[in-house]
């Protein structure tokens, strides 16, 4: 029995220890290049230092269109990994948000400079439907 309680222990550090480590790999500033239904271009831009993140949508003249804010943590469910958005405030610019009153939780999988993010499919929002979205990067 204590040989188990001993596997399972050592499990959840290594499990705890990985988890970290992605949230270490996250810090930093991520862009992901995307069209509207109407065919015009934006970018959408996450940036996370420590368990906080600063996201935007930056239109093709460099106009903020979209800003959040809030708390970014990461856990398992099953086999994958979650991204959890908690504490959003939202709005047209960084000096004029209020909370939104909505969590967000999305799977995801890191490369090698690169976050594939699958949003949206935690529940059903009006106005948004579930995307696949591959994030690069930016060097410091």
Do not use: H
Not at 56 to 74: F, P, S
Not at 101 to 111: E, K, N, P, Q, V
């Amino acid at each position: 029995m204590k040989r188990i309680a001993g596997i399972l222990a050592l499990f959840a550090l290594s499990t705890f220890a990985m988890l970290a480590d992605d949230l270490a790999q996250l810090e930093g500033k991520w862009s992901a290049k995307k069209t509207s239904p109407e065919g015009k271009s934006y970018t959408q831009v996450i940036e996370i230092k420590k368990d906080k993140f600063k996201f935007r949508i930056v239109g093709a003249n460099d106009e903020v269109a979209l800003y959040a804010e809030g708390t970014v943590k990461v856990e398992t469910s099953g086999p994958f990994n979650v991204v959890k958005f908690t504490d959003i405030k939202a709005g047209a610019s960084e000096s004029d948000t209020q909370s939104i009153g909505d969590d967000r939780a999305s799977i995801y999988m890191l490369g090698e400079g690169t976050w594939t993010v699958a949003s949206n499919m935690d529940k059903e929002r009006r106005n948004y439907k579930p995307s696949l979205d591959l994030y690069t990067k930016s060097a410091k």
